[in-house]
């Protein structure tokens, strides 16, 4: 199986901060990756595939980059409807998410 | 836009089974996956299994083999999970979510059900 890891599993930042959230994988996805952004009591949300497509009508500041086993998502400027945890998941083989990363208020 | 709803929460005793269904609308049924992911309180996005309907296609995670079962239903656009067996841990928010590319089983997922809580309690 495919582990997935994510860095940090916390982040405190500000509005306006730009934020990198790191994903990780135990052997080589190609460019098969996801980011999700999840809220409390709602489903995931797609954001990002094929580690650095814009999912349609997600904003600009959201971006990702990558390859092989080594991601990163962006968030240009931090804006307050951004506070909430992201999952980043691999679809090279089968489907594995990772442990999320909780974006809260500084 | 395809919008899927799930049914409504379940409470289940150790031991038996519960069936989960989702209802697509709003695109083709059967050309797209259907999979099911479950989220344990407070814990991370956990993956199950995968049907494509008009492929026959089914997959299943290895940790659920055996207890979890997929189906579709075509007539109604909807598609179902059942789990059996059920102990403490299975005590989660259950969702469904379809693959963003047609006849494939491994890519992103674009559309989510609303998620469906099952609790297991004696």
């Known amino acids: 199986d495919i582990q997935m890891t994510q860095s940090p599993s916390t982040l405190s930042a500000s509005v306006g901060d730009r934020v990198n959230i790191t994903c990780r994988a135990s052997?080589?996805?190609?460019?098969?990756l996801a980011w999700y952004q999840q809220k409390p009591g709602k489903a995931p949300k797609l954001l990002i595939y094929h580690a650095s497509n814009l999912e349609s009508g997600v904003p600009l500041r959201f971006s990702g980059s990558g390859s092989g086993t080594e991601f990163t998502l962006t968030i240009s400027s931090l804006q307050p409807d951004d506070f909430a945890t992201y999952y980043c998941?691999?679809?090279?083989?089968?489907f594995g998410f990772g442990p999320g990363t909780k974006v809260d208020i500084k | 836009q395809v919008q899927l709803v799930q049914s409504g929460a379940e409470l289940k005793k150790p031991g038996s089974s519960v069936k989960v269904s989702c209802k697509a609308s709003g695109g083709t049924f059967g050309d797209y996956g259907l999979t099911w992911v479950r989220q344990a309180p407070g814990q991370a996005l956990e993956w199950m299994g995968v049907?494509?309907?008009?492929?026959?296609?089914?997959k299943y995670a290895q940790k659920f083999q055996g207890r979890v079962t997929i189906t579709a239903d075509g007539s109604t656009s909807t598609a179902y999970m059942d789990l059996s067996s059920l102990r403490f841990d299975d005590t989660a928010v259950y969702y469904c979510?379809?693959?963003?590319?047609?006849?494939?089983?491994?890519?992103?997922?674009?559309?989510w059900g609303q998620g469906t809580q099952v609790t297991v309690s004696s």
């Open positions: 049907i494509i309907p008009d492929l026959g296609t089914i």
């Open positions: 998941q691999q679809y090279d083989d089968y």
């Open positions: 052997q080589s996805i190609r460019n098969w």
């Open positions: 979510a379809r693959v963003g590319v047609a006849y494939s089983s491994s890519s992103y997922f674009d559309n």
